[in-house]
């Protein structure tokens, strides 16, 4: 390296891994042999330690619902993931997803139920479906807690919480709205 700027020369290290070369000329002296590390930091993998567990907002639940947050969005991706814990009887309000969800219950006994639809039971091991805009709640079982991940991709709307009736299963045609904050 025989360029005339000092700190030009500070660039021109070995290379190393994870980073990028680049030759360019230096602007002072037209000295265009000099090699060029570029700090830009390569993408590698990641450890991260278990981030707190916080309790599910009483806008959103009925009863007690503690939440592992996994994969948060960020400026990259809006992928969410949290793992949700229902006591028994604990449930979700009405709402829905606007990118669709996936659930996997790992643990325990829980329901669910679409709009209009039946109030089905799901244990560990199940995968629910849950498409776009499609309004649902879920939560654990009367005698049982319930553990689930959920898997999803932008916001929800949430509504009115599911009632007791609504999940004890007496009312046949459960209704809601979708007034309400997102997520
Ligand atoms: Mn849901």
Do not use: N
């Not at 806008?59 to 949290?82: H, K, M, N, R």
């Not at 229902?86 to 969800?101: I, K, L, M, S, Y």
């Amino acid at each position: 390296m025989r360029c005339c700027d000092p700190t030009f020369k500070e660039h021109s290290a070995e290379s190393r891994s994870g980073e990028e070369r680049r030759l360019v000329r230096c602007k002072r002296c037209g000295e265009e042999s000099g090699v060029v590390i570029e700090l830009l930091r390569k993408a590698s993998m990641e450890i991260e330690p278990r981030k707190p567990t916080y309790r599910g907002p009483e806008d959103w639940f009925t009863g007690d619902v503690w939440i592992d947050p996994i994969v948060e969005p960020d400026a990259e991706s809006v992928l969410s993931v949290i793992s949700v814990h229902f006591h028994p009887g604990a449930r979700t309000a009405w709402h829905a997803h606007v990118g669709g969800q996936i659930l996997h219950v790992t643990e325990g006994e829980g329901l669910v139920q679409t709009r209009g639809g039946q109030i089905e039971t799901i244990r560990a091991g199940d995968v629910v479906h849950t498409p776009a805009q499609e309004w649902h709640w879920h939560g654990a079982s009367r005698q049982h807690y319930m553990t689930h991940m959920s898997i999803t991709q932008g916001s929800a709307k949430f509504g009115l919480h599911v009632t007791d009736a609504e999940y004890e299963g007496v009312d046949a045609e459960p209704t809601s709205d979708g007034t309400s904050q997102s997520r």
